[in-house]
């Protein structure tokens, strides 16, 4: 459905005031759940996403083990009260298939043959959205993974760009989302460079979508750095320096 609004003016300024490859204020803080494996919370825009990794742990009942490898489980789910139009509790078909993608993309990152018969789960609530939560979502489970200690070969870490009155820009708004005309996820491990997740939702020619994966690419390793940053923050403990302590002869008396 196309809109009347202008998503982006003559002199490139979106409706929120960034430029074509601007990333909405992001913040990152792990470890915020006690009872969690490992855990994150992340704001993304208006995007507010909470993580919680439990596991390894036994995989029950039984006959869902894989003796070869651990079972990655991720839930994402939308609180009723996350968007303006109430929503029915419980998954639906879009949450079923966000589910299953983050969870292909996780088992790309994360050393499962090294816990046979487990299941590790991996849950993540959308508490506010905006636009962009899968992004958000496989970001948080991310951090909360390197939080939990689950041996990866990478952080992964997820960005969009799309496509908005004919512009190609980065980590689309809610109305740029609504009424633009392509949103294109992609999620990375970037150290390693892989592609780990990769949608698109819309219309681009080659170019454009060339230009939109750049874009979603960088801001893959910008929030990445983020993602380091914000578990330095919790891990990182400040050594004071020793004193040194010298021991003083008494003089002796002449």
């Not at 489980?73 to 639906?92: C, H, I, L, W």
């Not at 512009?167 to 970037?190: I, S, T």
Request: charged share 30%.
């Amino acid at each position: 459905m196309k809109s009347d609004i202008k998503l982006i003016d003559g002199h490139g300024k979106r409706l929120d005031g960034r430029k074509a490859d601007e990333l909405r204020k992001i913040k990152i803080e792990a470890g915020v759940l006690h009872r969690a494996d490992g855990s994150c919370y992340l704001e993304w825009g208006g995007n507010k996403v909470l993580a919680a990794v439990y596991g390894p742990r036994e995989a029950i009942p039984k006959h869902t083990q894989n003796p070869l490898k651990a079972i990655v489980n991720a839930r994402y789910n939308m609180a009723s009260f996350s968007v303006e139009d109430r929503k029915r509790p419980g998954p639906d078909r879009r949450s079923v298939e966000i589910s299953k993608v983050i969870s292909e993309a996780l088992e790309r990152v994360i050393l499962i043959e090294q816990f046979p018969r487990t299941m590790i789960n991996v849950n993540i609530e959308v508490l506010d959205a905006e636009a962009g939560t899968r992004c958000a979502g496989l970001t948080a489970a991310g951090v909360a993974l390197a939080d939990a200690g689950i041996p990866m070969i990478d952080i992964p870490v997820a960005c969009a760009a799309g496509k908005i009155d004919g512009h190609v820009v980065l980590d689309l708004g809610q109305k740029e989302d609504n009424f633009g005309d392509a949103d294109l996820p992609l999620g990375l491990a970037p150290r390693i460079n892989e592609v780990i997740l990769l949608q698109m939702d819309g219309h681009l020619t080659m170019d454009e979508f060339n230009k939109a994966f750049e874009l979603a690419h960088h801001g893959c390793l910008v929030v990445s750095e983020m993602q380091k940053k914000a578990l330095l923050e919790k891990y990182e403990s400040v050594v004071q320096p020793e004193e040194v302590v010298q021991d003083v002869q008494p003089e002796e008396s002449e």
